[in-house]
């Protein structure tokens, strides 16, 4: 199978992947320039640079690559490193670089309004796939959202039973009440939905302490809450629903790539002063739900 194809197909199926390719070479090797080798996040190859150790440290490296989604260059002196003189190479050096593989990053948008509009159009333009989920066909239409990968206008219930997230998947939950946003939160804490990159909610923290208590009576366990990243966004201050859109693009950036430490997110709950005295950390965060806006 050609490379390129199977890239493709790693991308489609919401694989990851790494591509090692020779991007220069001097002396003789046991290889060519530009010659490829694709490693699959099973471990599995398609392709070849040229076999031996070379090969190996080049799979550890592309394994390590698909992890920290961030591209390396190696660079193998075949001269000079007794390890290689294995009757494969001729005494050369090559680079070689490898760069992940990795799918799209699809936003779940669950509710269809002012702050989901906005967030749709930012998130799509720093490249995130978008897909807009809503109880109400005026909200969640095409005409709406043309770009959307998807648009669900039913019953919430209906649509989670659709969806499964993966390590790919970024989820917020802006619906227009508390009962949806609760009934979306229950789905996505599952054990079976724990892939998912990220997850947040809007609300205020008296708003998410209470759905937490809620979710836990039923007997959702309290360390499931603690990749849930509410309130929602980056504390910048922001008041209008595009500045809210703003804050909670710039947070989901912030995880994609791994730009930041330790993000606000529910743990506060665990160690922080009681309900009665917890203060949001901004003005997006004091918002309860989206048709308070």
């Known amino acids: 199978m050609d490379i390129y194809e199977e890239i493709v197909k790693l991308r489609n199926e919401g694989r990851r992947g790494a ?12 290889s060519f320039r530009t010659a490829k080798m694709l490693v699959r996040d099973d471990g599995s190859i398609l ?5 031996g150790c070379v090969e190996a ?26 390890k290689y003189d294995t009757g494969l190479v001729c005494g050369g050096t090559l680079d070689v670089f490898v760069e992940p593989i990795l799918p799209p990053a699809i936003l779940y948008i669950f509710g269809a309004g002012h702050i989901a509009y906005s967030l ?10 978008v897909v807009v989920a809503d109880d109400r066909a005026t909200y969640a239409n095409r005409e709406r959202f043309p770009d959307a990968q998807e648009v669900f206008a039913e019953d919430f219930e209906q649509i989670l039973r659709k969806l499964r ?28 939905q724990a892939e998912a990159r990220y997850v947040g909610m809007i609300g ?8 937490q ?6 007997g959702v366990a309290e360390e499931e809450f603690q990749r849930i990243l509410s ?13 809210i859109a703003v804050a909670i693009c710039a947070e989901m950036i912030a995880v994609r790539r791994h730009a930041t430490g330790k993000l606000p997110h529910m743990s506060w709950f665990l160690r922080e002063t009681p309900l009665q005295q917890a203060e949001p950390v901004s003005e997006a965060a004091a918002t309860s739900s989206e048709d308070e806006l």
């Open 165 to 192: 997230l993966n390590s790919s998947s970024y989820v917020v939950i802006v619906t227009r009440g508390h009962k949806d946003d609760m009934r979306i939160l229950r789905w996505a804490v599952q054990p079976e």
């Open 19 to 30: 591509v090692a390719t020779i991007v220069n070479v001097r002396g003789s090797v046991p």
């Open 57 to 82: 440290e080049v799979w550890q490296a592309a394994r390590e690559v698909m992890e920290q989604e961030k591209p390396r260059t190696l660079t193998f002196d075949l001269n000079h490193d007794p």
């Open 213 to 218: 208590k809620e979710l836990m009576k039923e």
């Open 47 to 51: 392709g070849t640079i040229g076999g």
């Open 231 to 243: 309130p929602v966004g980056l504390g910048i201050g922001a008041i209008t629903p595009e500045e």
């Open 120 to 129: 749709y159009k930012i998130a799509t333009i720093v490249g995130f796939d």
């Open 204 to 211: 205020s923290r008296r708003k998410v302490i209470a759905i």
